[in-house]
């Protein structure tokens, strides 16, 4: 059989309209929407690419322990699974200096789907140490408190962070 072509008039015009209607459809949404769209993304990525390691195989007990409760908004010991999967990206990101690799890592982008739970949390381990959280705190709160003037130094955003931190209530 052969395979069909896709018109790319119609390609054209479909990208055409996801270029438009993804930011649309993002600047009507509540932060809580967007944090759970985006954390939906995530999830989404993420049991793709497990399938794709899993190809041709039923779906493991393993894998399925593992997917599901992450669509679960009511997890049981967050505080417990952000604190396993700190280490795994702490562990991992060791031999890299890439913020962007870093930011894609696998247990940061499950860190991100965690969701607003996990933003105390986050913005506790910020103020210990100064990290790449920033990416995953935008991506959760939606917000950026860091003035065009503070990017790329890490102690004022930092310190924007937690004061937006105090200010919503995350941080006392």
Request: charge should be positive.
């Amino acid at each position: 059989m052969a395979s069909k072509r896709k018109n790319p008039y119609a390609v054209a015009l479909g990208r055409k309209g996801g270029l438009k209607g993804g930011p649309a459809r993002a600047a009507n949404m509540t932060p809580a929407e967007r944090s759970e769209s985006a954390r939906n993304a995530v999830l989404a990525r993420w049991a793709k690419e497990k399938a794709a390691d899993n190809a041709g195989k039923q779906p493991s007990a393993e894998l399925l322990e593992e997917v599901i409760p992450l669509f679960s908004a009511k997890r049981e010991n967050v505080e417990a699974e952000f604190n396993r999967l700190l280490n795994e990206w702490k562990a991992a990101r060791r031999a890299t200096s890439s913020s962007t690799a870093i930011a894609i890592h696998p247990s940061y982008q499950r860190i991100i789907g965690m969701g607003p739970p996990v933003l105390p949390l986050i913005l506790r381990e910020l103020g210990r140490e100064l990290d790449h959280w920033f990416w995953a705190l935008k991506a959760i709160s939606g917000e950026d408190p860091v003035p065009l003037e503070h990017r790329g130094n890490f102690r004022r955003m930092g310190a924007d962070w937690l004061r937006w931190g105090k200010e919503k209530g995350y941080v006392r």
